[in-house]
Structure formats: C-alpha cells, structure tokens
C-alpha cells in the first residue's frame, strides 16, 4: 500500500534517522518532513498523509499541542509521538487525544514500534 | 537551608532511578554498555560549585543545558569532553552519514544526545515526586563549564548539586550529568521529598 509518512522533528538528526529506518523497512513510502508543529500542521491538509511521527520538544508549537490540532482536524489519523520525556501526567494526556507514545532514542526497535503502529491502526 | 539526611537518601533514590532510565537510553544510543554511578546529592556555594566541576577535570568539557520548570526548577546539563563531541554524534548516528555531513550536523545531534538523556532521567525524576515537570529547549553551550557556572552567579545562594558521571568504556568517552536545583523550589522540593519517603513508608 502506498503510505506516505510526515516526520515532525526539529533535528535534522532525527529525521533522517526516522526516515532510513522506515525506507529501510518500507522502501514504497513516502516520507515527508517538517522540522517544527507549525509546519506541521498545515501540511496534514494540503496533502494526502497516512500518519505522522512527532517529536515533543519543539520551538514554537510543541509536539503535543500540534498533535491536538491534526487529531481535531483527521481524527482517523494516528499520531505517534517520539520523546524520550514519558511522564505519568504525559501518558494521561496522550490518551485523552488519542495518540500513542514511543520513547526515544530513535532505535530499528523503536521503529518497528512505530511503524506497527502506523499500519495497523484502522 | 540543610536537607536532613533522609531527603538526601530519598533525593539519590529518586535520581538513581532516573539514572536507570538514562543508562538504558544512552546504551540504545550508543550500541553499546554505558557505566553510570550512583547520584550524588551535594550542597554548594556557586564558587564550590566552579571548584568543584574543575576538580572533576571538565574544564574543556562541552555542555548540553536545559531547563526544567514545575513544582521545582531545575538546570540540567550533560557535560562532555569538547574534543569528543563529534564520536558521541558518531555513536547515534552509526555509519548512515558521511564524515563531513556529521561534521555539519554535530550540534544539533549533540542537543539531541543532551535532549534525550536530561529527559529520561527528569521524566524518571518527575513521576516519583509526583510533580510534572517541562522542560525548556536544550542549548549547546561550546564555552568552559567554568563559564558556565560563572554566568549563573547570583550572590552567594548554595546550590542543590546532583551529579552523575558516566562512562562509555570501550569508545574512551567519560562525562557527567548535572543537575542544578533552584535555591527556590527547596521548600516544595522538601516537602516532595518529605512525601515521597512517608510514601514508602
């Protein structure tokens, strides 16, 4: 299936390490980027994207409060976000909204969690 | 302004727990075992704090600082050799990046190493006290730890000091976690403390 992936992340670092692995595992994606949550919003609309990848720590619109704003606007859309802060306070908002958490660093087991995620969400 | 020797016990379990989180991170990290000591919980004036760091030998270190707000404040750095910044980037990113684009990428994937750490053991931190905690985007600061604790001078207040060294044997690179406590936050850090102990009580 043709999937295409937004990757939000203000490192340059991450994205690229997030994008070889799912290539690696997925090489028909498509992998789109945005380096912050404003850029990351407007994108989900403007283009077909089947799910997304979401740092936390972001200057500007952080990772949660981007993720609220796509999830209001695509609620079918699944959300990861990738942060190596999970608080208990953290896990409670995030199933409030509907998004799921995987902890960083960005690792292949870390992905693959990401990406069963991705796929199999209905 | 003295914690009693429980709080000290309760605030070196607290962060020897975070300490766990960060030494299962910076493994993933690094691909390969990372020794991390147990906290240390150390009372000090900002001119202690200076000698301090310097006898720790990290005078040429490089330093990842982030903040963290909530019921407590709190400064949180990783400090790690300035000539070993490059192979701790190298270490994350693998052989996936050429030499010369690692050379351009350093900083930023120095704060992401900065970030990832100072998070696992503040998010470990955060949950045992109960007390959600955000943080700040992390800084890179280039300059002489000596400089650094210089510019947070602000009179004679002690500073909380809890530090971490860490060790990642076969790659030759030591450093250390530091965590700078508000001198602030000390009554709701004691009552926290004085929470967490009646807890476990």
């Not at chain 1, 972001?58 to 619109?61: A, E, S, T, V």
């Not at chain 2, 990113?93 to 050429?98: K, R």
């Given at each position: 299936m043709a999937f295409t992936l937004l990757v939000v992340d203000d490192s340059r670092v991450s994205r690229m390490m997030i994008k070889a692995r799912v290539l690696a595992a997925h090489p028909d994606w498509t992998v789109l980027e945005a380096a912050s949550g404003d850029e990351a919003v407007p994108m989900v609309s403007q283009q077909v994207v089947h799910g997304v990848t979401m740092d936390v720590n972001?200057?500007?619109?952080n990772g949660f409060d981007a993720a609220v704003l796509i999830k209001h606007a695509q609620p079918h859309l699944p959300v990861v976000m990738l942060t190596a802060n999970i608080q208990e306070s953290s896990h409670a908002r995030a199933k409030a909204e509907g998004v799921c958490f995987v902890q960083k660093p960005i690792t292949d087991a870390s992905m693959r969690q990401v990406m069963a995620y991705l796929t199999e969400s209905p | 302004m003295n914690l009693d020797a429980l709080s000290v016990d309760a605030l070196t379990e607290i962060f020897n727990l975070g300490v766990g989180q960060a030494a299962n991170a910076f493994s993933q990290i690094a691909g390969e075992s990372v020794q991390l000591t147990v906290p240390r919980v150390l009372m000090l004036s900002r001119n202690e704090l200076a000698d301090h760091l310097a006898l720790g030998g990290v005078a040429g270190f490089s330093a990842v600082r982030q903040r963290f707000s909530g019921a407590i404040q709190s400064e949180a750095v990783l400090m790690f050799p300035a000539d070993r910044g490059l192979q701790l980037v190298r270490m994350m990113?693998?052989?996936?990046?050429?030499l010369d684009q690692l050379a351009e990428m350093e900083q930023e994937a120095l704060l992401e190493i900065g970030n990832i750490l100072l998070n696992s053991v503040m998010a470990s931190v955060a949950d045992e006290l109960q007390a959600p905690m955000d943080g700040d985007l992390p800084t890179l600061d280039l300059s002489l730890v000596q400089d650094l604790v210089g510019g947070r001078s602000e009179g004679g207040a002690p500073v909380l000091l809890i530090d971490i060294q860490f060790e990642v044997a076969a790659q030759e690179v030591r450093g250390l976690l530091a965590f700078l406590l508000d001198v602030g936050s000390w009554g709701a850090l004691e009552q926290m403390l004085s929470h967490y102990t009646q807890r476990l009580a």
């Open positions: 972001m200057p500007g619109l | 990113v693998g052989g996936e990046v050429a």
